[in-house]
């Protein structure tokens, strides 16, 4: 564990919209509040929490410490993955604090949301004035007034109908669902293990349909003009809530993807986590789910989305809580860059192959090049070039396979949380190494015009090889693959 002084000025994110602008949900935020609080209070963080909060509120089996305090680790659940037929047991996970490294029970929680729910007061103990109770339930930031945003460290929410205060949140073995609602003086609670991460949303949802249950249901009348307006709309949103200026950046065209499509009659076919959603515009800009019962989002209901426009001047779909999604540019579509990555891959590698096998055959038939010996022995220097480069793509094709195989307990790949094997160095120095070679490579293919190397068939190959390098270099290029 990282000491929280020395995290934050270690791992500090670089700013990437103008600040107040652009919600994406951080750890790294909740991170620095903590920290605030070590430098206001002149006591380290989980020791704060444990004088302020834990024991005014008796909550007497929570902590922050890691690992557990030898009173506290005998009533740690212990995580578990149905791997193959049979349970595995996980390790205990260690998080910089205090984003998602808290230990805790179902009981103590009961009392943290009780004392909320009484603003800051519980069995004659006080953590809040009133005042600053009811500050933190008011909302701090949303994009639009017709969506739920955030309030001071909860989520806003409006679930059947009712105004809700939550936050969800998991680690690699454990996933938590908190959900308050004041007006009805009522909450749940539920952490578990091993389980679909969704399933505490399955369960808050459940909960609200039978015992606060929405018996409002009207489909709203679709604005004037709605069919031209969402054709604009369609295409492919990357979560604002993403790596931009480091090697992670190249997650975004595998996850955290929304895709927006128009029918026939304007409406929006909304894809998100797995479902597709239908929405009708009730005003220009803003869409309505028809979807009656639960959507699957970790921020909020997936009710209302509404389109606007980012600072990078790119259409931003936003959403009920603290996640929105920037529309991506045609270059930056994800199939488009898949398709072209396998591509690029395959001939590059297959390239050098056909000429091993093209040169094998060559050799046993005895055939000769009627090429000038200085022009064949630089044709042979650029062929090996080539070969070079090719058997560089086919080590990093493997490389990355072997890193980003998952851990079947923890569903990441291990270099994810912190076991990086010394060899990994290797999947950084390749692309740089690639890099410099596939420069050669679009020099070499330039003079194999200029100089006549191989006949015309040939040089066509050789630049398509060019190209193919060219696009791998794009690729690492502007996905920070190359960021080290």
């Known amino acids: 564990l990282v000491p929280l002084d020395l995290y934050v000025r270690k791992h500090l994110p670089a700013r990437v919209f103008p600040a107040g602008e652009v919600s994406a949900y951080s750890n790294y935020g909740t991170i620095l509040a903590g920290y605030i609080v070590e430098l206001v209070s002149g006591m380290p963080f989980a020791q704060y929490i444990e004088k302020n909060i834990y024991k005014p509120l008796g909550m007497e089996h929570s902590t922050f410490r890691q690992p557990l305090p030898g009173d506290l680790a005998g009533y740690m659940a212990k995580a578990y993955r149905y791997v193959d037929g049979e349970f595995r047991e996980g390790k205990?996970?260690?998080?910089?604090?205090?984003?998602?490294?808290?230990?805790?029970?179902?009981?103590?929680?009961?009392?943290?949301?009780?004392s909320h729910l009484q603003e800051g007061q519980l069995e004659g103990a006080s953590i809040l004035q009133a005042e600053t109770a009811?500050?933190?339930?008011?909302?701090?930031?949303?994009?639009?007034?017709?969506?739920?945003?955030?309030?001071?460290?909860?989520?806003?929410?409006?679930?059947?109908?009712?105004?809700?205060?939550?936050?969800?949140?998991?680690?690699?073995?454990?996933?938590?669902?908190?959900?308050?609602?004041?007006?009805?003086?009522?909450?749940?609670?539920?952490?578990?293990?091993?389980?679909?991460?969704?399933?505490?949303?399955?369960?808050?949802?459940?909960?609200?349909?039978?015992?606060?249950?929405?018996?409002?249901?009207?489909?709203?009348?679709?604005?004037?003009?709605?069919?031209?307006?969402?054709?604009?709309?369609?295409?492919?949103?990357?979560?604002?809530?993403?790596?931009?200026?480091?090697?992670?950046?190249?997650?975004?065209?595998?996850?955290?993807?929304?895709?927006?499509?128009?029918?026939?009659?304007?409406?929006?076919?909304?894809?998100?986590?797995?479902?597709?959603?239908?929405?009708?515009?009730?005003?220009?800009?803003?869409?309505?789910?028809?979807?009656?019962?639960?959507?699957?989002?970790?921020?909020?209901?997936?009710?209302?989305?509404v389109f606007g426009t980012d600072p990078m001047g790119k259409t931003m779909l936003m959403t009920d809580g603290p996640m929105s999604y920037s529309k991506a540019a045609w270059y930056e579509a994800s199939i488009l860059n898949i398709l072209m990555l396998i591509l690029a891959v395959l001939f590059v590698i297959g390239s050098p192959l056909y000429w091993v096998i093209k040169a094998a055959m060559q050799k046993i038939r005895h055939k000769k090049r009627e090429q000038p010996l200085v022009v064949s022995k630089v044709a042979k220097v650029a062929k090996g070039v080539a070969i070079a480069y090719g058997l560089l793509t086919l080590a990093f094709v493997l490389e990355t396979i072997v890193a980003s195989e998952p851990d079947p307990v923890y569903g990441l790949p291990a270099m994810a949380y912190g076991e990086t094997p010394a060899w990994i160095a290797l999947l950084n120095l390749v692309p740089l190494v690639m890099a410099i070679v596939g420069m050669a490579v679009v020099i070499f293919a330039v003079f194999a015009w200029v100089k006549g190397y191989w006949r015309t068939p040939g040089r066509i190959h050789y630049t398509l090889f060019a190209i193919a390098t060219m696009v791998l270099l794009w690729f690492f290029s502007f996905w920070n693959v190359l960021v080290v």
């Open 92 to 114: 205990f996970e260690f998080f910089t604090e205090p984003a998602g490294s808290m230990s805790s029970t179902a009981s103590d929680m009961a009392r943290f949301m009780l």
């Open 134 to 305: 009811g500050k933190m339930f008011s909302q701090l930031f949303t994009h639009h007034p017709r969506l739920d945003g955030m309030a001071h460290g909860f989520i806003e929410g409006t679930f059947n109908g009712r105004r809700t205060l939550f936050h969800p949140g998991g680690t690699m073995l454990f996933d938590t669902g908190f959900y308050l609602l004041p007006e009805e003086q009522a909450g749940i609670f539920i952490s578990f293990s091993g389980g679909n991460p969704l399933l505490y949303i399955e369960v808050f949802h459940s909960f609200m349909d039978r015992y606060f249950p929405d018996s409002i249901v009207t489909e709203p009348t679709p604005a004037a003009g709605m069919a031209e307006r969402s054709r604009e709309f369609a295409g492919e949103y990357h979560a604002n809530r993403r790596a931009f200026t480091t090697s992670d950046k190249f997650l975004s065209l595998i996850m955290g993807q929304i895709h927006v499509d128009a029918d026939e009659e304007g409406y929006l076919l909304v894809t998100h986590l797995g479902e597709t959603n239908r929405f009708v515009e009730i005003e220009p800009g803003v869409y309505h789910n028809l979807r009656v019962g639960r959507t699957q989002d970790f921020g909020g209901d997936f009710r209302t989305i």
